[in-house]
């Protein structure tokens, strides 16, 4: 029974289009998390959102919008897609945000051709 | 350097071995976690420390913050410990974000 949802699990993209990535947690999570795992990288921080309101974003880029519609989801939506952009992308949540456990989603492995 | 460097990069160990995993910080963290990826490439939670020691069956994980490591000891390895292990420390300054090392592939041998 998965706890944290994340949708699709897979995803190719061509150079250029734009992709949304889903993540609903049904933990009762307040604080809400993304992360990126490319082939030659650590796990990288992305964004980070508590109650709905966003608390961080290490992303050079104005192309990865995260959007959260509901406490419990935070979607990612990717513009103008490259092929750098090709890694397993993570969703997390924890009860609060910082100091807190943080517990991972399935991933979306994305593809961009 | 990195802020986490996470030692060693792999390793292999028979089933019933015991080992240990270590990451070190280059400054000082608020906490640390561990997690395991598996075959399917699913990130499994193994401890959150702020402090001091953790032990869930055959795992122990120790945080030392002030002098800026952290363990993760696996005793009597099972092959389904086989995957790679991450830590992942909030740093003392700045925000909440995970900052994870560069992993330790775990092969557990029959």
């Known amino acids: 029974d998965p706890k944290i949802i994340q949708k699709p699990k897979y995803l190719v993209a061509v150079t250029g289009s734009e992709k949304i990535l889903i993540c609903e947690q049904y933990?009762?999570?307040?604080?809400m998390y993304w992360y990126r795992q490319s082939a030659k990288k650590p796990l990288e921080f992305m964004f980070s959102y508590s109650y709905q309101k966003l608390m961080d974003n290490q992303t050079a880029s104005s192309r990865f919008q995260p959007q959260s519609s509901k406490k419990n989801h935070l979607d990612l939506q990717i513009t103008a897609l490259k092929p750098d952009d090709s890694a397993t992308y993570f969703c997390a949540s924890s009860q609060a945000w910082g100091g807190d456990t943080q517990y991972f989603g399935p991933g979306t492995r994305l593809l961009v051709l | 350097g990195m802020p986490v460097e996470q030692n060693p990069p792999a390793l292999s160990l028979y089933e019933g071995a015991d080992s240990g995993l270590r990451c070190n910080f280059s400054t000082t963290m608020k906490s640390v976690q561990w997690f395991q990826q598996n075959h399917r490439g699913r990130l499994i939670t193994l401890f959150y420390?702020?402090?001091g020691t953790k032990e869930n069956g055959r795992l122990k994980s120790t945080f030392n913050s002030k002098e800026r490591y952290s363990t993760l000891h696996i005793k009597d390895a099972q092959l389904e410990d086989s995957g790679t292990y991450f830590c992942a420390a909030e740093a003392l300054s700045g925000s909440w974000q995970l900052i994870f090392g560069s992993g330790t592939q775990l092969t557990v041998m029959p």
């Open positions: 420390l702020a402090q």
């Open positions: 933990l009762g999570h307040n604080a």
